[in-house]
């Protein structure tokens, strides 16, 4: 059974840092590329990176670009999500999602992890 | 980027019903979408995707039509375990993005 389980999130203040991490079973991890999906209720779901199978590409929205990095250990099969100079307009549901071998992403997601950006 | 409007943004059917879901991209994306059902309180789960294709166990009353611009989710026979809110997903190009939501109600 392919599970997904996000971890790591919580409250950080703006301009701070959170890391967020995703545990992946059930599946060759190193065989897919991997994506971070956040959601809130008033922009609805967004997707902000993902990952190829290696590593070796990444892609961002411009939004995230130069603030978030998407890494990935195969080794230990998990996705990773660092977040610096977080902004209030980060808060969000974050998501680990695996990408469909037929194309984008999310043939399964993780539970979500809650990330609130507040002071 | 480009950009998915899904209409209507909700609406109210009843067990039985047939129930037909848009969605237009603000430019050509072939056939790199997907369909996802999402319950309150719930991670999205995949239906459908190249435009047309079920997931494996998706129930076949899901089907979903359309390339280019203008794309349709259809539920037949509307169960009620369908009762939730629906998206759809580019992946021509990036940034991927997500249609605003269609939430399928109980009449």
């Known amino acids: 059974e392919v599970q997904l389980v996000e971890s790591g999130g919580g409250l950080v203040q703006p301009g701070g840092s959170l890391g967020l991490s995703c545990a992946a079973s059930?599946?060759?991890?190193?065989?897919?590329?991997m994506s971070w999906i956040r959601q809130t209720p008033e922009r609805g779901l967004e997707w902000v990176a993902n990952i190829k199978r290696d590593g070796s590409e990444k892609y961002y929205v411009d939004s995230v670009k130069g603030r978030f990095t998407i890494s990935r250990d195969n080794a230990k099969n998990s996705l990773y999500l660092q977040m610096n100079s977080l902004r209030t307009e980060d808060t969000a549901v974050y998501y680990c999602?695996?990408?469909?071998?037929?194309?984008?992403?999310?043939?399964?997601w993780g539970q979500g992890a809650l990330v609130t950006v507040s002071s | 980027d480009i950009q998915m409007t899904q209409s209507p943004s909700s609406l109210s059917a009843s067990v039985g019903d047939r129930v037909t879901i848009t969605c237009r991209a603000s430019?050509?994306?072939?056939?790199?979408l997907a369909w996802f059902q999402q319950k309150p309180g719930k991670a999205p789960k995949s239906l459908i995707y190249g435009a047309s294709s079920l997931q494996s166990g998706v129930p076949s009353r899901f089907s979903g039509s359309g390339s280019g611009t203008d794309f349709t989710l259809t539920i037949s026979n509307l169960q009620p375990e369908d009762f939730a809110t629906y998206y759809c997903q580019q992946y021509n190009s990036y940034p991927l993005t997500f249609g605003g939501g269609t939430k399928v109600e109980i009449k």
């Open positions: 059930g599946f060759t991890f190193s065989n897919y590329w």
């Open positions: 430019q050509g994306i072939s056939n790199y």
């Open positions: 999602a695996r990408d469909d071998l037929n194309g984008g992403s999310g043939d399964y």
